[in-house]
């Protein structure tokens, strides 16, 4: 079973700069789309950033675009989250996800294998 584990999380001010990482222990496997999520207190999982695993099509929530960039290296089998320009609404705790089984991407049931999280604060 693929594990996967995130880093890279912090407390920032706003207008500052975070790099998330996602190691796939086992490889990215057959999955069609890898993806970050992110959840408030209080608030359902919302997804951020997708990428197609092969191909590496890259897709945003309007929230983010422009601001985030998701990226993959497959050698190392690691996801990326860079985000830029951080705002206090981007205060969440941060999931990757893999192992897309079908339906909306941008709904978190689409995917069985998450990680831990990651906690991004951003004060102003």
């Known amino acids: 079973q693929v594990q996967l584990r995130e880093s890279g999380g912090g407390s920032v001010q706003v207008g500052d700069s975070l790099r998330l990482s996602c190691v796939f222990s086992g490889g990215f496997g057959t999955s069609t789309y890898l993806a970050w999520f992110r959840q408030a207190p209080g608030k359902e999982r919302e997804g951020v950033a997708i990428?197609?695993?092969?191909?590496?099509?890259?897709y945003y929530a309007d929230s983010v675009k422009g601001r985030f960039a998701i990226s993959r290296d497959r050698a190392k089998n690691t996801l990326y989250l860079q985000m830029n320009s951080l705002k206090p609404e981007d205060t969440a705790m941060y999931y990757c996800?893999?192992?897309?089984?079908?339906?909306?991407?941008?709904?978190?049931?689409?995917?069985?294998?998450w990680g831990q999280g990651t906690e991004v604060t951003v004060s102003s």
């Open positions: 990428i197609t695993a092969v191909f590496g099509n890259e």
């Open positions: 996800a893999g192992a897309y089984r079908g339906g909306d991407a941008w709904r978190w049931q689409a995917f069985n294998s």
